[in-house]
Nanobody, 123 residues
Framework: VQLQASGGGLVQAGGPLRLSCAAS????????MAWFRQAPGKEREFVAG????????YYADSVKGRFTISRDNAKDTVYLQMNSLKPEDTAVYYC?????????????????WGQGTQVTVSS
């Protein structure tokens, strides 16, 4: 499956931003989808994940209550709505896909990756 992330940009602290990730090539609803991020000098970390149907979601503690992951299987797209952004949310954000049932949180467990989109939060 090919993934194309978009929606990144520069935003002031406290503001919102919505990322999108469009999938193509395979049956989107067969894949668990997730968002990861990587800040300069740091390892890539899990942000949020959604089950194949979108009913189940899971979040990193650092974004819980501020970020919302959702998916539209009719449009083969997963979203990350980010609210109350903080400067420490600055990173390149990646979408990832895994043909599985469980929402997993480590990079090695995902088979397909988008190219990343930069999110910069100014203070």
């Amino acid at each position: 499956v090919q993934l194309q992330a978009s929606g990144g940009g520069l935003v002031q602290a406290g503001g919102p931003l919505r990322l999108s990730c469009a999938a193509s090539g395979r049956t989107f609803s067969n894949y668990v989808m997730a968002w990861f991020r990587q800040a300069p000098g740091k390892e890539r970390e899990f942000v949020a994940g959604t089950s194949r149907s979108g009913v189940s979601t899971y979040y990193a503690d650092s974004v819980k209550g501020r970020f919302t992951i959702s998916r539209d299987n009719a449009k083969d797209t997963v979203y990350l709505q980010m609210n109350s952004l903080k400067p420490e949310d600055t990173a390149v954000y990646y979408c990832a896909a895994r043909r599985s049932i469980a929402i997993l949180t480590t990079t090695l467990q995902y088979d397909y990756w988008g190219q990343g989109t930069q999110v910069t939060v100014s203070s």
